[in-house]
């Protein structure tokens, strides 16, 4: 199958380089190219760190608070900041 694709201009005289120097069309080189990438396992994913602080299986202390009251806290300038 044909299509147009952007190849930063670096990229392609390497890769025309590369296919000169191992007897490769560039087609062949560019095809390889994919199939390494395509049949590599996709990354795993980040996983955020556990920063958690206090007893997990303590009191909520945010329960005795409403969303508003939370809101207007967060919105607060505290001393030494």
Do not use: C
């Not at 147009?4 to 380089?17: I, Q």
């Not at 994913?45 to 303590?58: A, C, E, F, N, S």
């Amino acid at each position: 199958m044909k299509t147009t694709v952007d190849v930063h201009d670096e990229l392609l005289k390497r890769a025309k380089r590369h296919a000169k120097e191992t007897g490769q069309t560039l087609r062949a080189v560019i095809e390889e190219g994919l199939r390494l990438v395509l049949e590599k396992p996709p990354p795993a994913g980040y996983k955020l760190p556990d920063l958690r602080v206090g007893d997990p299986d303590g009191p909520n202390p945010f329960e005795k608070y409403t969303f508003a009251e939370m809101l207007e806290m967060s919105q607060r300038e505290w001393p030494g900041s």
